[in-house]
């Protein structure tokens, strides 16, 4: 009798796991509005109501399952959840024409978003591909029906300088028209470096901030100031092997979080690659003397403690991935095979928890994949840690399409 019970049990045990698992496949099969209901479904009763922060991590750059998971998930989460920011670890900077347009109270037109899609994601195709595009347009339907109630979309991450003619253009041109004539002038009839542009902007930003102004004016000062500062932290990229410091780097990642926090007055959603989410330190090829770096979800962690939780996206079986090959100018597909630890959790069930489960996931190492070939990382995590707090597992991930946009 005991034996029929405890046969009954596993039975029903490799049911549920088969029954989450194809929630997961459906999840990826469908439009997005049908999506949502199947995380009511996946997820239960999970609650999110203490998370001001929320890192969701994606698997690779080149793959397909995972961009239609996290931009479904990123869906739920405004919908049934109501997070109010999403921000990418881009620059802000050059996503403020999408953002305007997502909340703006002109009609969708994918003409538009389509140029604004090519024009910032040009060659970023975490972003420019058919399931990013689908959740903007999701997003700004969603805003036009709700205008009191919109979602912000924004950037974190200094990864371009922002050049002095934007500058001149969002700020001296705005603040003082006659100034920013001269200025332009002047760079137009002189051979004028950058540095030489920057100085400028400089002066004639100490010069107006002595000047009395409106609360507008004061406003887009402290934006111009912002701005000043992104460009301190970004890093130039000689060489696909370039390497940094611990200090650059951890700098680097520091400013991140900070720009995350600023803009989460309301539930956000921080959406980067798992090795960016990710409550811990890292050693990196790219930190130059072999000395472990902070995620940004380690300094969002100490910030935030239980307030910032880390969402992962893995496998358990394989993954064709495509790696960047910088000095041949050529993508390489290779197969990459999944992680002991994402092979045991993958028995137990497609999505793991730790408000459900915190054992599984102690000590758990998400997989890394770097997009440029060369680049590899590791996580340093003890027995007894935690680097996220949830994982979807796929059994395999997929190559993604470029052609299809």
């Not at 001001?52 to 698997?59: N, R």
């Not at 402290?222 to 370039?242: A, I």
């Not at 990382?377 to 707090?389: Q, S, T």
């Amino acid at each position: 009798m005991q034996t029929k019970l405890f046969l009954a049990f596993i039975g029903l045990l490799l049911l549920t796991v088969r029954a989450e698992a194809q929630k997961i496949q459906e999840i990826v099969s469908k439009e997005i509005d049908d999506a949502i209901p199947v995380f009511d479904q996946l997820l239960g009763s999970r609650s999110f109501a203490d998370i001001k922060v929320l890192g969701l991590g994606d698997a690779a750059v080149f793959v397909k399952e995972s961009k239609k998971l996290a931009t479904s998930f990123s869906a739920y989460l405004i919908s049934r959840q109501k997070f109010r920011n999403i921000v990418l670890h881009v620059d802000d900077w050059q996503v403020r024409p999408l953002n305007a347009y997502l909340t703006s109270a002109v009609r969708a037109d994918t003409l538009v978003l389509d140029s604004l899609i090519k024009s910032i994601f040009s060659s970023d195709y975490q972003f420019r591909n058919r399931d990013f595009r689908a959740f903007l347009q999701w997003l700004k339907q969603y805003n036009l029906t709700n205008p009191k109630d919109q979602v912000n979309f924004g950037g974190v991450a200094p990864v371009n300088r922002i050049p002095p003619a934007y500058f001149l253009a969002a700020y001296v041109f705005e603040i003082d028209k006659t100034y920013g004539q001269q200025l332009s002038e002047k760079w137009s009839n002189e051979d004028t470096s950058d540095s030489l542009a920057y100085s400028d902007i400089d002066v004639w930003l100490q010069a107006v901030r002595k000047t009395k102004s409106s609360t507008s004016v004061r406003q887009q000062i402290l934006r111009c100031e912002g701005d000043l500062q992104h460009n301190k932290y970004v890093l130039k990229y000689n060489s696909p092997d370039q390497q940094f410091s611990q200090n650059q780097l951890n700098d680097k990642a520091r400013y991140t979080a900070n720009q995350v926090l600023q803009k989460s007055d309301k539930p956000t959603i921080f959406y980067a690659m798992t090795y960016q989410v990710m409550k811990g330190e890292l050693e990196t090829s790219v930190e130059l003397n072999g000395l472990p770096v902070s995620a940004v979800g380690k300094y969002l962690k100490d910030e935030l403690k239980s307030s910032y939780q880390s969402f992962a996206i893995d496998f358990a079986d394989s993954a064709k991935v495509m790696v960047i090959d910088i000095p041949n100018r050529k993508g390489d597909l290779e197969k990459v095979n999944g992680t002991a630890q994402a092979k045991a959790l993958y028995q137990k069930g497609e999505f793991i928890d730790r408000t459900k489960d915190a054992q599984s996931l102690k000590g758990y190492k998400p997989t890394m994949l770097w997009p440029y070939k060369g680049q590899v990382g590791n996580l340093i995590l003890g027995k007894e840690e935690y680097a996220i707090d949830a994982v979807f597992l796929f059994s395999s991930l997929t190559e993604l399409d470029l052609s299809e946009y």
